[in-house]
């Protein structure tokens, strides 16, 4: 099976852009989470989405979105970016009984 | 709320010492708990997990880690250090929920980067 994608791996945008990432589960997988890692925050939870529904957000202001498609594909909107949002943005995607979450290799945005 | 300490956010083995990497969590109900590890510029790759059952569990490339509730720990160890093992881990915690109860969020570590000398 292939496993979670991400595209693109790396993004470059300005002060006041918006920004759309995109993530492919594990085909049959059909919960996808999104995650922040910063140096100086670690990995935060986004949010999570099953069945095309946002079941749970972190802490993260609105300026944050996503959705997820009837095909389980998910993607996250950043609008108005500020410098800082320059982070690694990794998709998981889950399966079954034990919570396991598979991730992708991540999108590397950075602002300027 | 759940929470996940790991000690030490630098580890330094010489190649073919012992690797124990630390991690204690809170949690108000027993949690399902993982170790991942992340090479420089890619994701998280799961090593192992604790869900049920046996204490002491059996990752990949020769990693284990035993779930013990009394102390909350959850210490990741490999006999033998290989320099092929120097890269980030991280300790998560979730909870014990049906998959469509939105509430798989992982609480991670803030992470243990392992050097290996040779």
């Known amino acids: 099976k292939a496993g979670v994608t991400q595209t693109p791996r790396y993004l470059i945008k300005t002060r006041g852009q918006q920004v759309t990432l995109s993530c492919s589960p594990i085909?049959?997988?059909?919960?996808v989470s999104w995650y922040q890692q910063t140096p100086g925050q670690g990995l935060q939870f986004l949010f999570e989405?099953?069945?095309?529904?946002?079941?749970n957000k972190g802490n993260f202001p609105g300026r944050f979105s996503g959705r997820q498609f009837s095909n389980s594909r998910s993607e996250m909107n950043v609008s108005t970016l500020e410098l800082g949002d320059s982070a690694l943005y990794l998709c998981?995607?889950?399966?079954?009984?034990?919570?396991?979450?598979?991730f992708g290799p991540g999108t590397r945005l950075t602002v300027l | 709320a759940q929470s996940v300490t790991q000690l030490g956010s630098h580890v330094s083995v010489s190649e073919g010492a012992l690797v124990l990497l630390r991690c204690n969590y809170s949690?108000?109900?027993?949690?399902?708990l993982f170790w991942y590890v992340q090479y420089p510029n890619q994701g998280l790759q799961l090593l192992l997990k604790y869900t049920t059952g046996a204490t002491l569990v059996k990752g990949i490339n020769g990693f284990e880690a035993e779930f013990k509730k009394s102390e909350t720990s959850f210490h990741l160890t490999k006999p033998s250090a290989h320099m092929s093992d120097a890269a980030e881990y991280f300790c998560?915690?979730?909870?014990?929920?049906?998959?469509?109860?939105?509430?798989?969020?992982?609480?991670f570590g803030s992470g243990t980067r392992l050097q290996v000398q040779p």
């Open positions: 949690s108000s109900v027993p949690p399902y």
């Open positions: 085909s049959g997988h059909r919960s």
């Open positions: 998981a995607s889950s399966w079954g009984t034990y919570n396991e979450q598979f």
């Open positions: 998560a915690v979730t909870m014990r929920t049906p998959m469509d109860t939105g509430r798989r969020a992982l609480t």
């Open positions: 989405y099953f069945s095309e529904t946002q079941r």
